[in-house]
């Protein structure tokens, strides 16, 4: 009897997980109550109420309709999301009057976990959007370069990568690169799926260095002439980066050849570079990097951060008994920081080491995958939150320029974390078929050799 | 609250974040293998309630679908009797040298299908065994003639 291996679908362990990671996010909220005012909240159970429902929301769904599916990530991404809520919460109480926008934050976590449960509900035959490669590459183009519309773009922080809509009840803003990165990882990933053999195979030979067929080349040049584009128009090191580092990975994964990291690489610095001599919002970013004591008033936000970090040392000060407030933006893009002052290089780390677990699981799942779309996707997602949380956390903590992207789950603000639980929703829905189990292909006969049978089989007269 | 209660509260804290993901470690520690099964009993792992596929295995099946072979995805409808072989005559013509002029026939009475072979050279195969009498087949089942291997499906 033919054996084959199956992963069993271990939905039971994703829920005990589940119910410790919402339990260490209660705690920390709890501990923010005891610290500061030595008891707890009024409307406490509701908070915890509201978040556990989520979480048994996402857990429900993902049992009924895709039961194969990853059960290490949930969990990771919902004690992200509710350590995110827990020092936004820390931070509303912090200032100087009392803010709201934990309860706000809470309210788009429910938002996303909607459009995590339609992703999964509408996109789970995924190879489907194998056929719109086209369409979406167009799609994620336009949004990528929507906020340069005029009269729809505006300029926050020096960078351009907003836009805001009039609707009826008021104006709101949100950020397409978000979706833009969902939508351009599924087209590369559809695209190069097709062709990675041609890009492999066909071309001509320059001074030993095999090119490929421009036909087969002009989507990916245009991709980097887009993420130029952001570069120079929208001022935002970030973005470009995200996306020609996506574009450059997937390549690599697609062709296996060492050709496109290099050549990405040097492409990019000399991008960066040019960045560099030409705009002051870069050149800031740079000496406060370098040097940030120069100029105490200018690099203020780097500089608090630092003390805040140094403060908190190996185990930090303790939820609610730093001053992260200090630090201007420490919800949004300084909010590592803030975790840095509080819980130390012990809750950072291992805050880093959730991060980790998540892009390893999905990479686990590229190699398990069997097909070669859902290989570029899985990896593709993964890459491309890996690259954001590096990029970002490696800013806050002055290994890089600080480059203004979302620390994913954790920064306050609703397009990001819509943008980030969809693509926890296609990373689950790619691990939800690379281990579900094959029906194994019965043999065929001709090919058999070891079976007599086919010794046996002979020309019907 | 005393000092010392809340370094204690924060070192609880903290140790209860890494027991966390400790937990998820051994959680991906204990997958990293699957479970090996045999195909049999895939059929009912795979994807499908089993009681759905016991009531379907019930019924009548409508059409059967070539899955493996040169002419993969060719599918006929069942009902009227169907003669499968390499003649031109046949419902079923396979272009296969394995395959003998009138190989086997498929046809239905007493509410179910049976298919017996035309005493060809190669034989033919229900769930890979060789048939000699003519035997009832029903749905799920798959039938292998040369190289081509057909499933009955509804």
């Known amino acids: ?461 | 609250m005393s000092e010392i209660v809340v370094l204690g509260l924060k070192l609880a804290f903290l140790a209860a974040l890494w027991l966390a993901i400790l937990f998820v470690a051994a959680a991906i520690r204990t997958d990293v293998f699957g479970r090996k099964i045999s195909t049999a009993e895939l059929q009912i792992a795979d994807g499908q309630p089993t009681r759905k596929q016991l009531k379907a295995a019930q019924k009548l099946p409508k059409k059967l679908k070539i899955t493996h072979g040169p002419q993969a995805g060719t599918t006929l409808p069942l009902g009227e009797p169907i003669i499968i072989g390499r003649a031109d005559d046949c419902q079923l013509v396979l272009n296969d040298d394995y395959v003998s002029t009138h190989h086997a026939r498929i046809s239905r009475g007493g509410g179910y299908d049976i298919i017996e072979d035309l005493g060809s050279t190669n034989g033919t195969f229900v769930n890979n065994q060789r048939i000699t009498v003519p035997t009832q087949i029903g749905t799920g089942d798959s039938v292998r003639i040369g190289q081509s291997t057909m499933l009955l499906e509804r």
Not at chain 1, 123 to 152: A, K, Q
Not at chain 1, 225 to 239: E, P
Not at chain 1, 255 to 267: D, N, Q
Not at chain 1, 343 to 365: C, E, F
């Open chain 1, 1 to 461: 009897m033919d054996e084959v291996v199956v992963y069993r679908q271990r939905r039971g362990i994703e829920a005990v997980l589940l119910l410790l990671a919402i339990a260490v996010a209660v705690g920390g909220y709890f501990l923010i109550h005891l610290d500061i005012d030595a008891e707890l909240p009024t409307e406490w159970p509701a908070a915890v109420v509201v978040l556990t429902t989520l979480a048994l929301v996402a857990h429900l769904v993902i049992r009924w309709r895709i039961p194969y599916a990853d059960p290490i990530i949930l969990p990771c991404v919902m004690l992200l999301n509710g350590l995110g809520l827990a020092m936004i919460h820390r931070l509303d109480l912090g200032g100087n009057e009392r803010m709201h926008s934990a309860e706000l934050q809470l309210g788009w976590t429910a938002v996303a976990v909607a459009v995590f449960c339609a992703v999964i509900f509408a996109l789970r035959e995924i190879r489907t959007l194998n056929r719109f490669w086209m369409l979406l590459f167009i799609f994620g183009m336009v949004l990528l370069l929507l906020p340069l519309v005029p009269g729809l773009g505006v300029e926050k922080n020096g960078s351009q990568i907003w836009i805001r809509l009039n609707l009826g009840f008021g104006a709101y803003s949100f950020q397409p690169a978000e979706l833009a990165k969902i939508v351009l990882t599924i087209a590369f990933a559809a695209y190069l799926a097709g062709t990675r053999e041609a890009l492999v195979a066909a071309g001509r030979k320059i001074m030993g260095v095999e090119l490929p067929r421009l036909r087969d080349f002009a989507p990916l040049l245009l991709m980097w002439l887009a993420s130029l584009a952001v570069l120079v128009f929208q001022k935002d090191l970030g973005t470009s980066l995200l996306f020609f580092g996506l574009f450059v990975v997937m390549l690599f994964v697609s062709t296996e050849r060492l050709l496109y990291p290099i050549l990405g690489a040097a492409l990019f610095a000399g991008g960066a570079y040019a960045g560099f001599l030409l705009f002051t919002h870069v050149q800031t970013r740079v000496l406060a990097w370098l040097d940030p004591f120069a100029d105490y008033d200018r690099n203020y936000q780097i500089i608090t951060a630092q003390f805040g970090m140094a403060w908190g040392g190996s185990i930090g000060t303790g939820w609610g008994l730093g001053r992260p407030n200090l630090t201007p933006l420490a919800k949004t893009d300084f909010i590592a920081a803030a975790f840095g002052e509080e819980l130390g290089v012990a809750g950072l780390s291992a805050i880093i080491m959730v991060y980790a677990i998540i892009v390893a699981r999905g990479i686990r799942a590229a190699l398990g995958s069997n097909d070669s779309f859902g290989k570029l996707l899985a990896s593709g997602l993964s890459f491309v939150f890996a690259i954001q949380v590096f990029t970002i956390i490696a800013g806050v903590t002055r290994l890089l320029p600080l480059t203004g992207l979302t620390t994913p789950f954790m920064s306050q603000g609703g397009s990001s974390l819509v943008a980030n639980w969809a693509t926890v929703a296609l990373l689950l829905i790619v691990t939800h078929h690379a281990r579900r189990p094959q029906t194994a292909k019965p043999r065929d006969p001709v090919v058999n050799l070891a079976s007599d049978e086919t010794i046996e089989l002979k020309a019907a007269a």
